[in-house]
């Protein structure tokens, strides 16, 4: 789901700095293809190396990376245009629906 975002934020800037769709659509698209390019790039290089050790501390890390990047700053920013308690509910009610995913999908 993530991924439509992330297209449109390619996409569209690039779109109104050219006037070009399908440069806009064509950057999309090459951005896009990075993420399983490198995650197959990752795997052949790594494949002798991984364990469930190595896994689940590279998962951690960058769990922590994200919630560091949350917390630090989106999480300032979102204060700065104001309604300070719907963002602490918005992080709360993520944190809720993650735990109920995690139960349920296990």
Request: net charge neutral; charged share 10%; hydrophobic share 60%.
């Amino acid at each position: 789901i993530h991924n439509i975002p992330e297209g449109i934020s390619v996409s569209i800037p690039i779109y109104y700095a050219t006037g070009n769709k399908k440069k806009g659509i064509y950057y999309s698209m090459l951005s896009g293809l990075a993420e399983p390019l490198g995650a197959i790039l990752a795997l052949i290089i790594l494949l002798p190396f991984i364990n469930i050790l190595l896994l689940s501390s590279l998962l951690a890390f960058v769990a922590g990376v994200m919630v560091y990047i949350s917390l630090d700053e989106l999480l300032p920013a979102a204060h700065k245009f104001g309604h300070e308690h719907i963002v602490l509910a918005g992080l709360i009610l993520g944190m809720v629906v993650m735990v109920i995913s995690l139960m349920f999908f296990q």
